[in-house]
Structures are given as structure tokens and as C-alpha cells.
């Protein structure tokens, strides 16, 4: 038992595992880019065919926080938490020596150099330093070692992060016209949708929709945005998602006695409006943007582009159909002592709201992530040996332009040894 155990150990920390799993991570965010996220299942049906089963299946549509994502993910922080403990003893004693590096192969010698001169070049600059028999030692940044550990620490943060944001996460979706505004009271900021748009491919197909949105906090400052698929807008620790489109159907029914409107509104696709006083249900079937005929002889839609807008309409009264009617913008059905009419329709945008709570602990993480790198690039271990008007430079990087810099400053002429 304690033998898998020891081969499981070593397995989860390796590189090779390691290496295998940003692979796949890598794999997946490559399909969360180019597979648009956070729509509805029937954007995939329709635009992916076949493949868009797999990706509802598969929760593709959500790839950052499907099952399959989380797990390697939750694989890759344990092998970073292993290999961060399995360096965490060696570090810890090469940050305890004041000279970690000398002794090292591959030291290159400064010669010609005064002793008195660089011993004050490197007191100047701050190093620790030791008298010796023949001359001196000194040593900077031995700490530089946990730069590595540091970024470790920080990517498994982020990944703490992910977990918190996947367990945590609250989500909701609302339609809005152009002119609607929405408030965020426990985040005390409102958005306003200024326009949204449609673009279209050959064949009439919506290749992009985009949303331009204005938001505004309580203290009275704003900015404009433009929002589309995969361009998600965040503020304050809420994300919104450019999710899905439309069509608000503006329907119209008017008391033809005495010229009253009895209701006007928008109505949405497979809805319907009761009207109480002549137990009358207008049921919107479908808005075609652009009505065809399909060789079945039933009505279909060509594209989204308005060319040939037509309105699929149903009545029932007490529960029973009345009559179907396929009509165009402002074309009446009377009923009774009613003209019904759809008078225009408006696109509208779906966006999907996603609380972040776990942007303050992403955000330590990426801190941790850069503090880690500056130190790595430039605080790593430097140190030198200094005897017979020889000095002998020990860098963990960039050793020749190391001895290349001393040289320059103290005079010396470099040589590297046989």
C-alpha cells in the first residue's frame, strides 16, 4: 500500500503530469474562446448541427466551469501544491546561506581586479559581506529562491479562486430594449442599454450582436461599453455576458366602437395575451423577420434581417382555437368587436449577470503571480569570490553579462575558466 501510495505521490507531482494537464487546460480555454459561451442551447443546435449536442452535452456553452475543466484543474493546483512542498526544503536552506552560491561550477573569473575597489563596489551595492585568507566574499538576493514558490503560491490561489467563484457564483439573465435600465442595489451601480445590433453573414445568418451599455454608479460617474459575444463586461465584482437576441412584438388591440385601445405591449415568441373581457387569448407563435415558404408549404424564416416581416397568430376563446393567421406589420384581425394588429418589432439583447466573489482572491493571486516573477528575473542570487586580484562571479542567470558588468565597473578583464 505504501508503495502506490509513494508511486501516486511522485506520479501527481511530476512535470510530465504537469505538462499533460496545461496541455488540456490550454485545449479548453482554446474552446472557450472560439466556442461562444453562455448562450442558449438552441444557438448551438442550430449553429454547430450535430456538434452542438456534444457541446450542451459536454457543457461546452460553459467550459471555465464545466466538470470536465474543474477536474483539471483541481488536478493541476494538487500537482502544484506537491512540487511547491517538495522545493520548499531545499529553498528554504539555499535562502538560510548568506553565500548559497559559492562552491557552485561554472563561476567565471574577473582578473586584474583591485581588492580594496571591489570590496567597496560591493558594499556600495549593498552586499553581505565576508572577510577571507586571501581576500573577501560577498552575496546578494540569496531570498531571490522563492520567486519560483511565489508564483507557484499565487497560480494556486487563482485556482482557490475558480473553486470559490464556481461554488459561490450567483447568475441571472434579463432582456432589455434599447432605453431600458436595470439597477444593481447591492452593488450600487444601474446600466442602460443605448443601442444593440445585429450583423449578419451571406447567407443571412446573425454572425455578431453587440450592446452598448452605459453605466452609472451612485457617486454620479459613468462609461460606455460595447458588449459582445465573448467581450463580457465586469464592474464591481459583477460580470455580464453578452448571452442571447430577440424579437419584442408590439402588439395592439383596439375597441373598434369607440376607438379605445385596449392594450398595447410587447409580446415575446410562444407567449400570449388574455383579454378578460372576451375570454380572448392572442397567442404569438413566431415573428418571422423574413417570412418563406418551405417545400412542405410551411411558413419558415429565411434570416433575421427584416425583409419580409410576418407574424404567426393564433386566438383562442374559452380555451378552444378560433382561427390562425399569418399577417404582416399593422395588418388587422378582427375579432368580435376588437381589431387586433402587430404593429412593429424591435430586437432585444439578452444579457446573463454572474456575480464575482471571487475577484478580491483572484486578484491576490495574480499579485503573487507578478511579485514572483519580478523576483525571479531581477532579485535572483548573485554572488562573488574575490583572491589573488582575481574575482570569480556565481549567478543562478545571466552569469557571463553578470561578470561582463563587474568587469566594466571595477576594470577587470574577464575570462572564463578551463
Same mark, same amino acid.
Given at each position: 500500500m505504501r508503495k502506490i501510495l509513494l508511486k501516486t505521490h511522485k506520479f501527481l507531482a511530476s512535470l510530465g503530469f504537469a505538462i499533460v494537464l496545461l496541455i488540456?487546460?490550454?485545449?479548453? /480555454?482554446? @474552446? $472557450?474562446? *472560439? #466556442?461562444?459561451?453562455?448562450?442558449?442551447?438552441?444557438?448551438?443546435?442550430?449553429?454547430?448541427?450535430?456538434?452542438?449536442?456534444?457541446?450542451?452535452?459536454?457543457?461546452l456553452d460553459t467550459a471555465y466551469s464545466s466538470p470536465i475543466f474543474m477536474v483539471l484543474a483541481a488536478l493541476f493546483t494538487i500537482n502544484l501544491v506537491l512540487c511547491t512542498f517538495r522545493s520548499l526544503k531545499g529553498q528554504l536552506s539555499l535562502s538560510r546561506r548568506t553565500f548559497s552560491t559559492v562552491g557552485e561550477a561554472g563561476g567565471i573569473h574577473v582578473h586584474q581586479v583591485d581588492c580594496k575597489s571591489a570590496q567597496q563596489y560591493f558594499t556600495n551595492k549593498r552586499y553581505t559581506i565576508e572577510k577571507t585568507e586571501e581576500g573577501f566574499r560577498a552575496s546578494t538576493y540569496?531570498?531571490?529562491?522563492?520567486?519560483?514558490?511565489?508564483?507557484?503560491?499565487?497560480?494556486?490561489? /487563482?485556482? @482557490? $479562486?475558480? *473553486? #470559490?467563484?464556481?461554488?459561490?457564483?450567483?447568475?441571472?439573465?434579463?432582456?432589455?430594449?434599447?432605453?431600458?435600465?436595470?439597477?444593481?442595489?447591492d452593488k450600487g451601480f444601474s446600466l442602460r442599454l443605448d443601442d444593440f445590433s445585429?450583423?449578419?453573414?451571406?447567407?443571412?445568418?446573425?454572425?455578431?450582436?453587440v450592446s452598448d451599455v452605459t453605466i452609472t454608479d451612485d457617486d454620479g460617474s459613468s462609461f460606455s461599453r460595447s458588449m459582445w459575444v465573448n467581450n463580457p463586461l465586469s464592474h464591481k465584482g459583477v460580470k455580464l455576458y453578452q448571452a442571447s437576441y430577440g424579437w419584442a412584438n408590439n402588439l395592439k388591440i383596439v375597441d373598434r366602437d369607440s376607438q379605445t385601445i385596449v392594450k398595447e405591449g410587447y409580446m415575446l415568441n410562444n407567449s400570449s395575451y388574455f383579454h378578460q373581457d372576451s375570454h380572448l387569448s392572442v397567442y404569438l407563435y413566431r415573428y418571422y423577420p423574413e417570412l418563406g415558404i418551405g417545400g412542405d408549404q410551411q411558413p419558415v424564416n429565411l434570416s433575421e434581417r427584416e425583409r419580409n416581416p410576418h407574424y404567426a397568430v393564433t386566438l383562442y376563446q374559452f380555451g378552444n382555437p378560433v382561427e390562425s393567421y399569418i399577417v404582416?406589420?399593422?395588418?388587422?384581425?378582427?375579432?368580435?368587436?376588437?381589431?387586433?394588429?402587430?404593429?412593429?418589432?424591435?430586437?432585444?439583447?439578452?444579457?446573463?449577470?454572474?456575480s464575482d466573489s471571487s475577484f478580491?482572491?483572484?486578484?491576490?493571486?495574480?499579485?503573487?503571480?507578478?511579485?514572483?516573477?519580478?523576483?525571479?528575473?531581477?532579485?535572483?542570487?548573485?554572488?562573488?569570490?574575490?583572491?589573488?586580484?582575481?574575482?570569480?562571479?556565481?549567478s543562478r542567470k545571466n552569469n557571463w553579462v553578470y561578470a561582463q558588468s563587474i568587469a566594466k565597473q571595477l576594470h577587470g578583464v574577464v575570462r572564463t575558466p578551463h
Open positions: 488540456l487546460i490550454a485545449a479548453f /480555454i482554446v @474552446i $472557450g474562446t *472560439v #466556442i461562444p459561451q453562455h448562450l442558449d442551447a438552441s444557438y448551438y443546435l442550430e449553429r454547430y448541427g450535430r456538434f452542438g449536442k456534444l457541446i450542451v452535452a459536454a457543457d540569496t531570498w531571490g529562491v522563492w520567486g519560483a514558490t511565489i508564483v507557484h503560491i499565487g497560480i494556486i490561489i /487563482i485556482m @482557490i $479562486g475558480g *473553486v #470559490i467563484e464556481a461554488a459561490t457564483a450567483q447568475e441571472s439573465s434579463m432582456n432589455l430594449l434599447p432605453g431600458n435600465e436595470i439597477y444593481f442595489d445585429m450583423t449578419f453573414t451571406d447567407t443571412g445568418a446573425v454572425s455578431q450582436y404582416g406589420p399593422h395588418e388587422t384581425i378582427p375579432f368580435e368587436n376588437l381589431d387586433i394588429t402587430f404593429t412593429d418589432s424591435q430586437a432585444y439583447t439578452g444579457l446573463l449577470f454572474r478580491i482572491v483572484v486578484s491576490i493571486g495574480f499579485v503573487f503571480i507578478i511579485l514572483g516573477m519580478i523576483i525571479s528575473f531581477y532579485f535572483y542570487p548573485r554572488s562573488v569570490v574575490y583572491g589573488k586580484e582575481t574575482l570569480t562571479t556565481y
